[in-house]
């Protein structure tokens, strides 16, 4: 049974505490952030990185070593696989057995969808969501692009893989329709004004998403 193990957490934090907790490379990137809203989010969802994690394995935050593959997917010293994703002002970690992937997409009002579909889509996902009126057709588009976005990173390949070389669902239960083999697409929890998906390896069981048991510490 394939599991994977989601949390999410809020960027709009006022927090300074949380800057000793990252590292000098990550605080280093934090100040060539232009906007103070960007630059305390990046602290915010990297610290919190951090705790999460380290709760998870029973280490201290500070002491986490973070490597990269060859895609720039960032890897744990000594797992276990995880994945993050963030936009607006929500953040998204999924911890999974095997390799794993999660996307979290803030559902922009104003984003003028069409093009990036007609683009990035397949012929069967536009078609789908031709068929849908405008309002459901929004929302349609962000959940397909949450869970195509999902699966490249379970890849590892980030969006050097084409988002066009295989098919998701694009409304109702998360599927994988084709090119998508040896992984299981799953629905994420909801979150209001959001769309959310993960992806873990397919053991031919369904996959289980639950939510993460923070131990008291990681909160803190």
Sequence with gaps: MARAWVQFERLDVDDMALTAIIGADERARADR????RDRRRFVVRRARLRQLL??????????????????????????????????ADMMMLAIGD???GCDVEWIDPALD???????FFTRTERAALAA??????????????ARKE???????????YP????????????????????????????????????????????LVVMPMVIPQRAAA
């Design 98 to 100: 095997a390799d794993v």
């Design 150 to 160: 999902a699966f490249v990173k379970a890849l590892g390949l980030g969006l050097s």
């Design 33 to 36: 952030f232009r906007f103070p």
């Design 163 to 206: 988002l066009d070389a295989f098919d998701v669902s694009v409304s109702g239960t998360a599927e994988l329709m084709s090119g998508g083999e040896g992984w299981a697409l799953g629905d994420a929890p909801a979150i209001p004004g959001y769309a959310t998906a993960i992806v873990a390896g397919d053991d031919s069981a369904p």
């Design 113 to 119: 969808w069409s093009p990036l579909a007609e683009t």
């Design 54 to 87: 380290g709760a998870w394995v029973g280490r201290t935050p500070e002491t986490l070593v973070f490597t990269e593959n060859s895609h720039g997917k960032p890897i744990l010293a000594g797992g276990p696989p995880f994945s993050l994703s963030y936009s």
């Design 132 to 145: 849908l009126p405008p309002a459901a057709a929004r929302r349609a588009f962000f959940a397909c692009w």
